[in-house]
């Protein structure tokens, strides 16, 4: 539904995105996740067709974006990080204007409205003007005039962002609502939200995809799934570096905040979190790794991996594959 090959955008001397490429596949929600700056809004707004790549391409529903933008802007709905809203209309007034300027015949925008209305729980507000309603009923009419045309594909710019913990529930399970009969794609720097509702997710980090699956397959391809939680006794700075060149291990963290979320019980002792690779257990290789580096062992427990360790470990820059830095580096000359 969503095909998007080799698509870059050049800013002045600032390389936005480079070589971006994914699928989203029909019915399907594609968590577009990545840290601040990574390229996000810049790729929503180039498949959106508000904004043109310096080189790529972007169809949807079989069109091309940039060559077929009249096309394409029917068949997509598209949220920015601000929802384009008019304050002076009613919610109402306001759904029944982008179904005219979004091409629906006239004789179908009252059932189009009506059912984005009840889609979006605005049945209470449909006569409010939008400049009284409150920051999450203001994001629902924006999804409401992203959807009311009926559009197969669906792009949703960071759409929880500066909602209470109650709206962000509520707009989440809005867009999994829309899943199935709706292609979607969703920016997010939230972690959770990917967790929560989306089937895949593509990960960003300073323009590049560094990785595209779903969240479970990540999270066993690239961590092993699992790994453990460490209290010891002595320098965890040191002990990181006596067990993070263990067969087996993929990534060493300090917990500041001790083992359970609570603070650490005494001055001498060092919490650790253990990423195993994948297909491996080196728990007998950590303890004895420990034990000859005279660290004493309080405590041991496994832990499952989360995409948070997997976000971790593809945006951190210490782990970048030196192919890649020499890439930028190159990319960099170029420019
Ligand atoms: N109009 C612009 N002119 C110059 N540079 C820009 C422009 N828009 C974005 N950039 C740069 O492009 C890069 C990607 O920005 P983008 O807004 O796409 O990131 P993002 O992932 O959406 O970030 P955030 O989560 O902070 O909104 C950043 O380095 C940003 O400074």
């Known amino acids: 539904m969503i095909e998007v090959d080799g698509l870059s955008k050049i800013y002045g001397s600032t390389t936005a995105i480079s070589n971006v490429s994914f699928n ?11 840290p601040n700056g990574a390229g996000k809004t810049t790729t929503m707004r180039i498949l959106a067709g508000y904004l043109p790549a310096t ?10 974006v940039h ?9 997509i709905g598209y949220l920015p990080e601000t929802p384009p809203l ?23 925008r009252t059932t189009k409205v009506r059912a984005a209305i009840e889609r979006c729980n605005l049945e209470d507000k449909r006569n409010v003007i939008i400049r009284k309603l409150s920051k999450g009923y203001r994001q629902r009419v924006g999804i ?10 669906i792009i949703l710019d960071e759409p929880t962002v500066g909602l209470d913990p109650r709206q962000i529930i509520d707009v989440r399970n ?6 199935g009969t709706h292609t979607i794609i969703l920016s997010t720097h939230i972690l959770p939200e990917v967790s929560m509702t989306c089937n895949r997710v593509a990960i960003i980090n300073r323009g590049k995809v560094v990785a595209t699956n779903t969240p479970e397959n990540l999270m066993t391809q690239l961590t092993g799934g699992s790994g453990y939680e460490l209290e010891i006794a002595g320098e965890p700075a040191l002990a990181k570096q006596v067990l993070q060149n263990l067969a087996g291990v993929s990534l060493v963290e300090s917990m500041p905040s001790g083992m359970h979320g609570h603070t650490p019980i005494a001055d001498n002792r060092g919490y650790l979190r253990v990423i195993s690779q994948p297909g491996s257990e080196p728990g007998h290789e950590i303890v004895m790794a420990l034990v000859r580096a005279g660290f004493g062992l309080y405590e041991m427990r496994r832990v499952s991996a989360t995409l948070e360790d997997v976000f971790l470990q593809l945006t951190t820059e210490e782990r970048n594959l030196p192919s890649e830095v020499e890439d930028e580096a190159k990319e960099g000359e170029a420019a």
């Open 86 to 108: 008019y304050p002076e209309m009613t919610v109402e007034g306001f759904l029944y204007f982008v179904t005219r300027i979004k091409g629906v015949p006239a004789g179908d």
């Open 174 to 179: 809005l867009i999994k609502s829309l899943a």
């Open 24 to 34: 989203v596949e029909q019915g399907e929600i594609l968590g577009f996740l990545g």
């Open 144 to 153: 409401a005039q992203a959807i009311v045309h009926d559009p197969p594909a």
């Open 67 to 75: 060559e077929n933008s009249l096309l394409v802007r029917q068949r």
């Open 55 to 64: 080189s790529g391409t972007v169809r949807i529903a079989g069109y091309d």
